[in-house]
């Protein structure tokens, strides 16, 4: 018996720490990251390089939904910081999967080049 009410009110706090972080990712967070997913947009677009260009606009559209999904993390910040977090985030996503995209490209020496890649994650 006891058990079954622990087990409700851990069901009823997630329940609420569900409908809090949603709350503050639509009321705050989401417009942020659509905000920074359109300014990298128009950065990649500026990139000389047309394939080059094409990989960084190929991995926005098909993977943005990465940065949106990453952007969660962000609603557990102070709302005074909860904007430079979102950013952040959403940065950090995006140059990790453009950077996936490069090192997945043909080279001579795969492995050497995606560590040289990666390196600044480090």
Request: aromatic share 6%.
């Amino acid at each position: 018996m006891a058990s079954a009410i622990g087990d409700r009110r851990l069901a009823a706090q997630a329940s609420i720490a569900l409908v809090v972080t949603n709350a503050r990712y639509w009321s705050g967070v989401a417009a942020t990251v659509h905000r920074e997913l359109a300014r990298w947009q128009r950065r990649a677009q500026a990139i000389a390089d047309p394939e080059l260009r094409a990989l960084a606009l190929g991995k926005l559209d098909g993977e943005g939904f990465h940065a949106q999904a990453a952007a969660m993390l962000a609603t557990g910040a102070p709302r005074a910081q909860r904007e430079t977090v979102t950013q952040a985030i959403v940065a950090l996503e995006l140059m990790f999967d453009y950077l996936d995209g490069l090192s997945e490209r043909p080279s001579k020496d795969p492995l050497g080049d995606g560590e040289l890649l990666f390196a600044a994650l480090k």
